[in-house]
Nanobody, 129 residues
Framework: QVQLVESGGGLVQAGGSLRLSCSSS????????VAWFRQAPGKERHFLIS????????YGADSVKGRVTISRDNDRNVVYLRMNNLTPEDTAVYYC??????????????????????WGQGTQVTVSS
């Protein structure tokens, strides 16, 4: 089994940037498509962006395109989420999730939370105005 841990959350001022990290234990992340979701208070969990096993393919939600990037370093077993130009509406718990897939699978547009096989506990991001 894979266990995921998100880190890098905290309090950020509006207009700022953040970089979150997702790492794993049990199994390495390089065996999975990895995605980031977020859940704001009182709202459903929403897909943000995903990345293929090799890192060549990504897919992002329209709502955050241009502000959000995802990258991975398989040698270090970590996937990063970077968000720019933050607003208070970005305040949420951010989760990483993994989906088993073939290394040659170029499709990464899995946007439903139940497309994924495992989740981390999340990291809180609060954006102050």
């Amino acid at each position: 089994q894979v266990q995921l841990v998100e880190s890098g959350g905290g309090l950020v001022q509006a207009g700022g940037s953040l970089r979150l990290s997702c790492s794993s234990s049990g199994r390495a992340l390089n065996g999975y498509i990895v995605a980031w979701f977020r859940q704001a208070p009182g709202k459903e969990r929403h897909f943000l962006i995903s990345i293929s096993r090799g890192g060549l393919n990504t897919y992002g939600a329209d709502s955050v395109k241009g502000r959000v990037t995802i990258s991975r370093d398989n040698d270090r077993n970590v996937v990063y989420l970077r968000m720019n130009n933050l607003t208070p509406e970005d305040t949420a718990v951010y989760y990483c999730a993994v989906k088993s897939a073939s290394y040659y699978n170029t499709e990464v547009d899995y946007t439903r939370w139940d497309d994924y096989d495992a989740w981390g506990q999340g990291t809180q991001v609060t954006v102050s105005s």
